[in-house]
């Protein structure tokens, strides 16, 4: 549907969502187990609620994402799913023999009250989990929060599961939030540079941008152990990467295990990535090597280059808190204007955070958490803006409203790459600045009379 009709009176709405700017928990859940090595994410609830989950992430990644499904039928969601979802432990370790089964539940399993550990207690009585393989637990019902909470409602699962031996190894947690494969490669490339021995959880690369090899695996090499999930108790620290997406597990290890943690934003920009090299340098006790300081050198002179390009460019922005957050910084570095910027997840702390941030504008800068696509059309209609950046839904916005558009986020459903290359990092940037140029720049030509029309930038 495109939004010609979309009004530009705005009147407050408590009651109904129009286009929201996220989507359901489980999906988020999903996506953080397939960052186990050999895992394989199973969905407590209908049939539906899976295939749903499945595509949204085939969708995304252009990859097969396998996952298992409880398969409720009106018997099971009037008594419950215990018996279902005993039976698919059974038959899935029999059937495909992944190392893990990350369990989350859906609307329908919350509502009934399904209780995961009291199943998981049953099913390991009963004999139907093999030795040295483990079940990963995480209640997601989607009426709360959004595919970010759900993602670290898996994540501190996932943390849950570390198991101390009380002698230190020397290691750093990290979680990264979610973020592409391509940024989680990126980010363990940095830490490898400046000497800081990892455990990077979830790990999706390799699992969902892994090469065409002609072999089908139905579990990829990629993704973190759980012998290396276990060690998280013994690390010297954890870094997490994101608020919204990473600190409950952070918190976890830090109160249950004693591993302190620090919170910090998602390394995006300059800003936050100088942020984040900073502390794995402090916490490995390392120094930054020349390489990275090389390529950090190349973003500040790409930034110094085309700043006049930037410069003072009205920008509307819509997606996850952690993302906007750095995303947010990283404009407002590059004298670029975010003006309107909506996250579907709720958290009153964004908007604060992100006023914060914006505080010496130019220009009024509208933010909402919570908010939704409809809303931030509006906006832009009251303040129209030089560039659009979101995921593949911000199309129709652009369109109706003719504003260069740059996909970024989660889902990203019509166009390549994002697997692939990373936004997080110095050379993220350059590659992100790369696009914030090219769609200012392709705009400036088409627009510009014969007379401006230029060949040199
Ligand atoms: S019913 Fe709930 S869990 Fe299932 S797809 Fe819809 S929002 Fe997601």
Known sequence: ??????????????????????????????YAALGIHGCLPHSHG???CCAYHRSALTRHYKEPVSAATSSFTEGSSVFGGQANLLQAIN????????????????????????????????????????????????????YVGSHVTGFANMVKAMADLAEPTGKKNGKVNVIPGWVEPSDMEE???????????????????????????????????GGVTVAELKGCGDAIGTLALGDWCSADAARLLDTKHKVPCRILDMPYGLKATDRFIDALRIISGTVVPDEVSYERGQLV????????YFYHKKVALFGDPDQLISMTEFLVSI??????????????????????LTKDSPFPVNVRAKGDLFLLHQWIKNEPVDLLIGN?????????????????????????????????????????????????LDRQDRDAPEEKFELVY
Not at 3 to 22: C, D
């Open 1 to 30: 549907m495109l939004l010609r009709h979309t009004p530009k009176e705005i009147n407050e709405r408590s009651a109904v969502t129009i286009n929201p700017a996220k989507t359901c928990q489980p999906i988020g859940a999903m």
């Open 46 to 48: 209908s049939q539906g």
């Open 91 to 142: 038959n899935i370790f029999t059937v495909y023999n992944p190392d893990v089964i990350a369990v989350h539940t859906t609307c329908l399993s919350e509502t009934i009250g399904d209780d995961l550990n009291q199943i998981f207690d049953k099913a390991r009585k009963e004999g139907t989990v093999p030795a040295g393989k483990t079940l990963v637990g995480a209640s997601t019902p989607s």
């Open 187 to 221: 980010i363990k490339r940095l830490a490898k540079l400046v000497g800081a021995d990892i455990t990077l959880f979830p790990d999706t690369s390799g699992v969902l941008n892994g090469p065409l090899s002609g072999e089908y695996h139905m579990f990829p090499q």
């Open 301 to 308: 002179d790409l930034i110094s280059d085309m700043h006049q």
């Open 335 to 356: 004298d670029m204007c975010p003006v309107h910027i909506v996250t579907g997840t709720p958290g009153k702390r964004f908007e604060r955070r992100i006023k914060e």
């Open 392 to 440: 593949t839904y911000g199309k129709y916005i652009a369109r109706d409203e003719d504003i260069p558009f740059i996909r970024w986020g989660f889902p990203i459903l019509d166009r390549q790459g994002h697997q692939y290359f990373p936004t997080v990092g110095y050379k993220g940037g350059l590659r992100f600045l790369e696009k914030v140029l090219n769609a200012l």
